[in-house]
């Protein structure tokens, strides 16, 4: 049984998370899709939101679970008993931050593997916080995220 965590912020979910966990659901028996709950920052939603939103997001992908995490990464990857974390890169400017957050992991945790997806073209350019950006102004985010998503977002501003 192979069993992967995918983590993140999802703050929100876009089409690059999506296909993300389309892809590695396919790479593993089991996926974690394990959200970040950071009680020191304020997200834009709330850690139930993200939790919900993703959950309606993946319904269809029967070996796919989404959960809550706190603390440190490599600390929930030993609970869930995991082969590997799954994280993914979409342009040159993410490859620091993604080998400084996998040596640190490997430094922890040897055990723990960081397995990396390559962001699809078409997605490469999304990210949650520009999505966020463009919502808060007016813009047009329907070919980023979800419509579930845009609804999650659009119920927040009312
Ligand atoms: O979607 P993000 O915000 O890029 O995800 C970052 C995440 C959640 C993978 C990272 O911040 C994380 O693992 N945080 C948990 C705390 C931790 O383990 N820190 C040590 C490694 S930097």
Redesign the pocket.
């Known amino acids: 049984m192979r069993i992967g965590v995918y983590?993140?912020?999802?703050?929100p979910t876009t089409y690059g998370h999506t296909d993300i966990i389309e892809r590695a659901s396919k790479l593993v028996d089991t996926l974690y899709v394990?959200v970040?709950h950071?009680p020191d920052k304020v997200p834009h939603l709330t850690i139930e939101k993200r939790v919900e939103l993703l959950k309606e997001l993946t319904k269809d992908i029967s070996n796919v679970i989404i959960e809550p995490?706190?603390?440190?990464?490599?600390?929930?990857v030993e609970k869930k008993n995991a082969d590997m974390?799954i994280?993914s890169f979409r342009a040159i400017s993410d490859f620091e931050?993604e080998l400084?957050?996998a040596h640190?992991?490997h430094k922890?945790n040897s055990r723990v593997e960081t397995i990396f997806l390559v962001s699809r073209n078409e997605y490469a350019y999304i990210s949650?916080s520009m999505v966020k950006q463009i919502h808060k102004f007016g813009g047009d985010i329907t070919m980023m995220v979800p419509k579930q998503t845009l609804d999650v977002l659009n119920q927040e501003q009312h």
């Open positions: 983590p993140g912020s999802f703050d394990s970040l950071n995490f706190t603390g440190l990464l490599v600390d929930y974390i994280r931050y400084q957050l640190t992991n922890l949650s």
